[in-house]
């Protein structure tokens, strides 16, 4: 069984900043994918950021430049830096991965989610 494990949210001021961590445990043969999507009050759930199975990171155009995405392959974990937060980025952050196990071929997981609450 594989579990993502958020940390890292809370209330934070307009301006502020917080740091995400999202750490994979299981039989994790590999991971193809790994990153953040959010869903505030009402809404559908967003992408946020992300590292493609390539390698590569996509965000989204509300957070690019303000939020950063990083990753410590051997630890199974990937982090998220949200800087000048606004109150538009509240919302519950919510880890995704793609993983292989021994037993699964790749597929979705998600985490529990973890709340951001941006004041104005």
């Known amino acids: 069984q594989v579990q993502l494990v958020e940390s890292g949210g809370g209330l934070v001021q307009a301006g502020g900043s917080l740091r995400l961590s999202c750490a994979a445990s299981?039989?994790?043969?590999?991971?193809?994918?790994m990153g953040w999507y959010r869903q505030a009050p009402g809404k559908q759930r967003e992408l946020v950021a992300v590292?493609?199975?390539?390698?590569?990171?996509n965000y989204a155009d509300s957070v690019t430049g303000r939020f950063t995405i990083s990753r410590d392959t051997a630890k199974n974990t990937v982090y998220l830096q949200l800087n000048n937060l606004k109150p538009e980025d509240t919302a519950v952050y919510y880890c995704?991965?793609?993983?292989?196990?021994?037993?699964?071929?790749?597929?979705?997981?998600w985490g529990q989610g973890t709340q951001v609450t941006v004041s104005s």
């Open positions: 995704n991965a793609e993983i292989r196990t021994r037993i699964y071929a790749p597929r979705v997981y």
């Open positions: 590292f493609t199975s390539g390698g590569i990171t």
């Open positions: 299981g039989s994790i043969v590999s991971i193809n994918a």
